[in-house]
């Protein structure tokens, strides 16, 4: 059974880091692309950044561009996405999706 797991949300004032992470089991992790998502309330869920399967290309929306970092590692199931520069309209629930499935979401809330 595929799980995917997050982690590493929390309460961070703007202008601050956090970094979140994706543990995956019940897959081939290292045959898969990963995303991560977001959704603010009342608003559509929207794709952040996407890292191919062997790390050879990553893509970001225009929106996080040059502040945040997608990175894995193959050896530990894990991805990350490191979030610098956080602005409050960053705040929502990221998730995790891999072959179709997702994870159970972290909250992320910047205060201004």
């Known amino acids: 059974q595929v799980r995917l797991e997050e982690s590493g949300g929390g309460l961070v004032q703007a202008g601050g880091s956090l970094t979140l992470s994706c543990t995956a089991s019940?897959?081939?992790?290292?045959?898969?692309?990963v995303r991560w998502y977001r959704q603010a309330p009342g608003k559509q869920r929207e794709l952040v950044a996407t890292?191919?399967?062997?790390?050879?290309?990553?893509t970001y929306a225009d929106s996080v561009k040059g502040r945040f970092t997608i990175s894995r590692d193959n050896a530990k199931n894990t991805v990350s996405l490191q979030m610098n520069g956080l602005k409050f309209e960053d705040t929502a629930v990221y998730y995790c999706?891999?072959?179709?499935?997702w994870g159970q979401g972290t909250q992320v809330t910047v205060s201004s």
């Open positions: 999706w891999m072959f179709g499935r």
């Open positions: 019940g897959i081939i992790f290292s045959m898969n692309a």
């Open positions: 890292i191919t399967a062997s790390s050879s290309s990553t």
